[in-house]
């Protein structure tokens, strides 16, 4: 507990300290609209919600002490964030969006803590399969979005109540979640789901604080170690195991619901929460998606169109997949330099994103030339654009072009084996469903085959003690009938 204090006045001393910090922050950020609004074409309802995110000190803090109070990595973070924001069309994520998950109390906000944090309460039991042909990260990230972008402004929305109470540290920065895991038992066991969520996490650095999970049984340690491989140190400490009676430490016992081993008889019911209702309520917004795109998708090629090219002083631009602060790409020859430390793999297109592929396109123009056009640019030695010679940038595009060409041929003489190795993964895994299934119908049978399975050595440990424990009665027994035997024959002896 003196922890949890320790490390909110903390906190509060660094926000305080870096006030002004925050400001020249929120100022560059405000600068930034006025080029996003022109580069999608914002409505003014979309640009507000610019504006309200940005009005967020408490957000712009967490990033600024995420990235080590770097002032121009912090700008870099968040600006990317926003265009984040803008392509995945956050603000429209509404109560409207998750009404499905909505019908049963899978996760609500209710009360703080001692520490006046938010808390969020997760009951696994209600958990809904995703649709038969649908991906479940697809299906489940709608509602992480929901719940995060709730927990947001809610943080937020206390820290300036407090500030205008006039508390002494008034700073909340991150909820606290109960996470229940009594009779819940379709879990999805899917690596990249859980890789998904830390991504998205990112979005949202130290939003969540302490994570605890409840009636977390044996049969969920599998879950755990696949958690811990993508984890890092930092949020695997965020992680607790307690029991029902140690949450009374941190959280007042009239605000911990019965379920939980509380005393308040608060029953959740989605037409009577006042939290999503505040902030996620449902309210019209014209879509820019496509309906063949998934919104999750970073890219704006369906965009480029109709879109007008971004101005060319904008004071940070980052790229968009990537939380990878970088310099402006809007000066040509800082542009010509990163590429040229590209890798060849990079450069063809395997691990860059689709938007910073249009950037080049749009930033270089007439330079993204085809080799039987390379001659005639070869001819013009002298011609300067932006300080750099064009020969340098269409040998450089010829010769990634030819070496692209050889990696097709070799990755062609090597998709028959490809081919089979998905074709055995695919067997393999028809294979695992179907023993898993014929397990399932056995199920209290199959929990103590691997219990035995996985306590083996105990077991047959166990075991020879016991023998081991029955002989030495047994001995025991026979020397002492033995001993009582031959008091007997004594005294006889001593009698005749």
């Given at each position: 507990m003196e922890i ?5 006045l ?20 405000r ?18 919600g ?14 600024l ?6 002032l ?27 009404r ?70 008034p ?8 996470v229940?895991?009594k ?5 999805p ?14 979005r949202?650095?130290?939003l ?14 599998g ?6 491989l993508?984890l ?12 029902l ?101 990079t ?44 020969w340098?940038?269409s ?43 014929k ?7 199959f929990?103590?085959v ?21 002989m ?6 026979n ?18």
């Amino acid at each position: 507990m003196e922890i949890y204090q320790k490390r909110q006045l903390e906190n509060n001393q660094q926000y305080k300290a870096y006030e002004e910090t925050i400001d020249s922050i929120q100022s560059a950020l405000r600068r930034e609209i006025s080029h996003l609004v022109q580069e999608f074409e914002l409505s003014a309802e979309e640009a507000e919600g610019i504006e309200e995110f940005i009005k967020d000190r408490a957000t712009v803090f967490r990033f600024l002490r995420k990235n080590n109070y770097s002032l121009t990595t912090s700008i870099s973070l968040l600006l990317d964030t926003i265009r984040w924001r803008i392509l995945a069309e956050i603000d429209s994520i509404r109560v409207s969006t998750v009404r499905d998950f909505l019908n049963q109390p899978l996760v609500y906000f209710h009360k703080t803590d001692k520490f006046n944090r938010p808390i969020l309460i997760v009951n696994l039991a209600y958990l809904p399969q995703a649709p038969m042909g649908c991906d479940v990260t697809e299906f489940l990230t709608p509602l992480v979005i929901f719940v995060l972008e709730t927990a947001r402004l809610l943080i937020w929305d206390k820290t300036r109540e407090r500030i205008e109470l006039g508390i002494l540290n008034p700073l909340v920065m991150d909820i606290v979640i109960l996470v229940e895991f009594k009779n819940a038992t379709s879990l999805p066991m899917d690596i990249t789901l859980l890789k998904s969520f830390v991504t998205l996490l990112r979005r949202y650095p130290g939003l969540t604080g302490t994570v605890n999970l409840l009636n977390f049984g044996w049969m969920y340690q599998g879950l755990w170690q696949m958690c811990k491989l993508i984890l890092s140190e930092e949020a695997k400490s965020k992680v607790n195991f307690p029991r029902l009676k140690d949450l009374k430490e941190t959280i007042e016992e009239e605000d911990l619901i019965i379920e939980l081993g509380g005393k308040d008889e608060f029953i959740w019911d989605s037409t009577r929460d006042e939290y999503y209702a505040k902030y996620r309520k449902s309210h019209i917004i014209i879509s820019r998606r496509n309906s063949n795109c998934s919104i999750y998708y970073d890219s704006i090629d369906h965009l480029q169109s109709t879109t007008t090219t971004r101005p060319t002083n904008s004071l940070y631009a980052t790229p968009i997949a990537s939380l990878t602060p970088v310099t402006s790409h809007t000066n040509l020859n800082n542009l010509a330099k990163v590429y040229s430390n590209l890798s060849l793999q990079t450069k063809l297109g395997n691990n860059i994103s689709p938007r910073f592929r249009s950037t080049l396109k749009k930033t270089l123009g007439d330079l993204f030339v085809t080799p039987s056009s390379s001659s005639s640019s070869a001819s013009n030695d002298n011609n300067m654009i932006a300080g750099v010679p064009s020969w340098v940038l269409s040998e450089k595009l010829n010769a990634i072009h030819q070496e692209s060409n050889n990696s097709n041929n070799n990755n062609n003489n090597n998709s028959w084996l490809i081919r089979l190795l998905l074709k055995s993964q695919h067997i393999s895994r028809q294979i695992t469903l179907k023993v898993l299934r014929k397990l399932i119908r056995y199920k209290s049978t199959f929990y103590w085959v691997i219990a035995c399975f996985l306590l083996r050595n105990g077991v047959q440990e166990l075991i020879q003690h016991v023998f081991m424990l029955m002989m030495q009665v047994v001995l025991d027994f026979n020397s002492v009938r033995n001993t009582a035997l031959m008091s007997t024959l004594t005294r006889g002896q001593m009698t005749l």
